[in-house]
Structure formats: structure tokens, C-alpha cells
Nanobody
């Protein structure tokens, strides 16, 4: 199983960016999909999670600005980020959880840089 994340880049403060993450190499539909981020000198933090019952949750710091959603394609998840601020600068990692063996698979991360 491989996860590939796309969409990182440089954006001005206040602007939007959309990240995507697709898992390949499996016929299993993962039940939990989410995004973490790690800013320089900080610990990795959970940003957003989506479960296959339709529920979502967000870090307080991104509520109202970020939206996690699932794609039509199997094992695809998006993170729409609006009103970005320099504090959102980080490497963003997607993960997806195998529903049977309860194992998390991770993407390599995509860098988001927000300039002031």
C-alpha cells in the first residue's frame, strides 16, 4: 500500500490551498482517513479526521477554515484549507487506516508554506 499526497506549495496569507491523498496497492476501502501536520520545531499534530460513517473532526486551530472530504475514487481524501496563515506552515501528512488489521498507512508529506 502506498499513499501519495499532492497539493502543497507556497501561498500568501489569506489564500486557499487544497491537498489530496490517494492510496494505491489495495482493494480494501480504508475506514479512517486524516491529516497531520508538523511545523518546524514542533510536534506532529492532528489536523482533521474523516471516518466512513461520515463524521469528521478538526483541531481547534483549523476549525471553520479547513474541510476534510472524501473523493469519489476509492481511498482518496482531500483537505481544503482556506484563510491560511503563516502559523499553518508545516509539512502535511495524510494517513489512512486499514479497517481489518487496524494499521495506519502514511504518505510522505507535502510542504505547505504560507507567506505573510
Amino acid at each position: 500500500v502506498q499513499l501519495q499526497a499532492y497539493g502543497g506549495g507556497l501561498v500568501q496569507a489569506g489564500g486557499p490551498l487544497r491537498l489530496s491523498c490517494t492510496a494505491s496497492g489495495t482493494v480494501i476501502v480504508f475506514n479512517v482517513m486524516g491529516w497531520y501536520r508538523q511545523a518546524p520545531g514542533k510536534e506532529r499534530e492532528l489536523v482533521a479526521v474523516s471516518t466512513n460513517d461520515g463524521s469528521t473532526s478538526y483541531a481547534d486551530s483549523v476549525k471553520g477554515r479547513f474541510t476534510i472530504s472524501r473523493g469519489v475514487a476509492k481511498n482518496t481524501v482531500f483537505l481544503q484549507m482556506n484563510s491560511l496563515s503563516p502559523e499553518d506552515t508545516a509539512v502535511y501528512y495524510c494517513y489512512q487506516r486499514h479497517p481489518i488489521i487496524n494499521k495506519d498507512y502514511w504518505g510522505h508529506g507535502t510542504l505547505v508554506t504560507v507567506s505573510s
